[in-house]
């Protein structure tokens, strides 16, 4: 099978290269030059803007083609978000014509917009946050179209091997030997182990277009206190905790918003989220199998 995979330099992305060249004709996407070059070395890659005649070119000859690629940052400029929602709107005529298989990796930060209190299915608000709301209306582009020959992956929080998301943001709640945890840390949320992930898209590619999406996570929520002394103490070798009061947060992300402080990557870690993944294990055939143990243990 010749697969096609966009943000092929990112953690997701070089995951995928790595777990699916072993079987198949793989193509990465991106647009870091040194990124690409590196990777090179081992993978097919190719600089590509999604909006080209370029990726017709490439796309029209692959059996599948997994979306990975999206601007992901608790803040920055709207039209870097928007940029998110535009190449979904752009690469659909040309997967249509083609009629090539997708896999649109969204997110569950479409969820944020809803009430938490019970496991999420299918999301009915629009997010507030830029990032939430592009992955949000990325996915409503989708459902929207005329296009069938696709399915969609929403994971919750992935993180393991070629994680740089959430491992640093946990790295950055430890402050010489100790683990701040800001709030109570008692929010209910799912993570997803990567190999987990990859398993979930090798049995996506297997079943074919489901023209829905799915949740996708361990499906064994943990409070954010156990998660982040879990993996400090695994990986750092780290347990002394220090619960700083969420409070003052709150008002620092009000007034001052910085990168590491701010309502969205709050929200993310004192919210409960979890999703139900029925509809993902019937319809995919698919169970997590690593735990979050075995997923810090290693990295």
């Not at 081992?42 to 005649?53: A, K, P």
């Not at 992955?135 to 069938?148: F, G, I, P, R, T």
């Not at 990168?259 to 019937?282: E, G």
């Amino acid at each position: 099978m010749r697969i096609v995979i966009s943000g092929a330099t990112g953690s997701i992305g070089s995951q995928l290269m790595e777990r699916l060249s072993s079987f198949h004709e793989v193509v990465g996407l991106g647009r870091d030059e040194s990124k690409i070059n590196y990777m090179a070395r081992r993978f097919t890659m190719s600089s590509c803007d999604l909006e080209s005649q370029a990726f017709e070119t490439i796309v029209a000859s692959a059996d599948c083609f997994i979306h990975c690629a999206a601007f992901a940052a608790p803040r920055g400029k709207a039209a870097r978000f928007q940029k998110n929602v535009d190449i979904v709107n752009a690469v659909i005529p040309v997967l249509e014509v083609n009629d090539v298989f997708t896999i649109f990796v969204s997110s569950a930060s479409v969820f944020d917009g809803m009430p938490r209190e019970t496991a999420l299915t299918d999301p009915s608000a629009r997010p507030r946050s830029l990032y939430a709301k592009s992955k949000y209306d990325a996915e409503q582009a989708v459902l929207n179209s005329s296009y069938n020959n696709w399915t969609g992956l929403r994971p919750r929080a992935v993180i393991g091997k070629g994680d740089n998301t959430v491992a640093p943001r946990l790295d950055a709640l430890i402050r010489g030997n100790k683990i701040l945890i800001p709030g109570k840390g008692d929010a209910l949320l799912d993570y997803t182990c990567m190999e987990n992930f990859l398993d979930c898209v090798e049995a996506t590619i297997a079943t074919g277009a489901q023209r829905r999406f799915f949740n996708v996570s361990n499906g064994d929520p943990r409070p954010f206190k156990e998660l982040v002394t879990t993996y400090a103490k695994q990986i750092h070798n780290i347990t002394a905790t220090k619960h700083v009061p969420l409070l003052p947060l709150r008002i620092m992300a009000s007034l001052f918003p910085t990168d590491k402080i701010n309502h969205y990557s709050l929200d993310q870690i004192s919210k409960p989220m979890v999703l139900d993944l029925s509809a993902t294990k019937r319809a995919l055939t698919w169970e997590p199998k690593q735990s979050l143990e075995q997923c810090l243990e290693g990295m």
